[in-house]
């Protein structure tokens, strides 16, 4: 099956730096996700970016398909960014779901 | 937010045990997914549907077992309890596998703890 891995795998900075998070994929997609998982648990949808750029607030993705990459870019962190973030892929026409990587840990300092 | 319930949000059992956990939608989407997290792993697949009565093995189904008998319910059934089967279970639903529009959203997950 599809191989995700995620870079980096843990990351602590302080509030107000920028961060790029990294999402390589071993074969062409047609879903690409990234999610948020608060310190709560709750798994937040961040974007839906199988090719493309997105932007929404301080937050935005953009994937390269024909390369194999996602990026996750977080501007100005805030304390309430920390958590999970993890990319998630779908390949193929099946109905099988999406396969994840295992995340990258985010701490924001105060 | 995408309306999808998952009860119960916590349970301890012990070893030997059944256990069913539910999820419901409000949503109306034809495809359902149960996952499990674990440290270190990520969220890993165990089974999913794709219409009533339609479902398929994930990455890790053995020990699990599912049933969809309506489109707003999916269970998942362990039919006896392990402590490898400690783990935060999600339920996720989608209209669209695949395609443009095939944007996944999660139940708020639930925490079984196998004694």
């Known amino acids: 099956g599809i191989q995700v891995e995620q870079s980096p795998p843990d990351l602590i900075l302080q509030e107000g730096a920028n961060s790029t998070l990294r999402c390589n994929f071993s074969?062409?997609?047609?879903?690409l996700q990234w999610f948020h998982q608060n310190p709560w648990g709750q798994l937040i949808n961040l974007f839906y970016?199988?090719?493309g750029t997105k932007q929404n607030g301080r937050l935005s993705a953009t994937t390269v398909a024909t390369e194999r990459y996602s990026l996750l870019y977080i501007s100005s962190s805030q304390t309430t960014d920390s958590g999970v973030y993890f990319c998630?892929?779908?390949?193929?026409?099946?109905?099988?779901?999406?396969?994840f990587g295992k995340g990258t840990h985010l701490i924001i300092q105060p | 937010d995408a309306g999808i319930t998952q009860s119960p949000r916590h349970k301890v059992t012990e070893t030997g045990t059944p256990v069913t956990l539910r999820c419901h939608q409000t949503?109306?989407?034809?495809?359902m997914y149960w996952y499990r997290q674990d440290p270190g792993h990520g969220l890993r697949l165990i089974h999913y549907?794709?219409?009533?009565?339609?479902?398929d093995k994930g990455e890790v189904s053995d020990g699990y077992s599912v049933s969809r008998s309506k489109t707003e319910d999916f269970l998942l059934t362990l039919e006896s309890a392990t402590s490898s089967q400690t783990s935060v279970y999600f339920c996720?639903?989608?209209?669209?596998?695949?395609?443009?529009?095939?944007?996944?959203?999660f139940g708020e997950g639930s925490r079984l703890t196998v004694l």
């Open positions: 074969d062409s997609v047609n879903n």
């Open positions: 949503e109306n989407h034809r495809y």
């Open positions: 549907s794709y219409g009533v009565k339609d479902t």
């Open positions: 996720a639903i989608t209209e669209f596998p695949g395609q443009n529009t095939g944007e996944l959203f």
């Open positions: 998630a892929v779908h390949s193929g026409g099946g109905a099988d779901g999406l396969t």
């Open positions: 970016i199988p090719s």
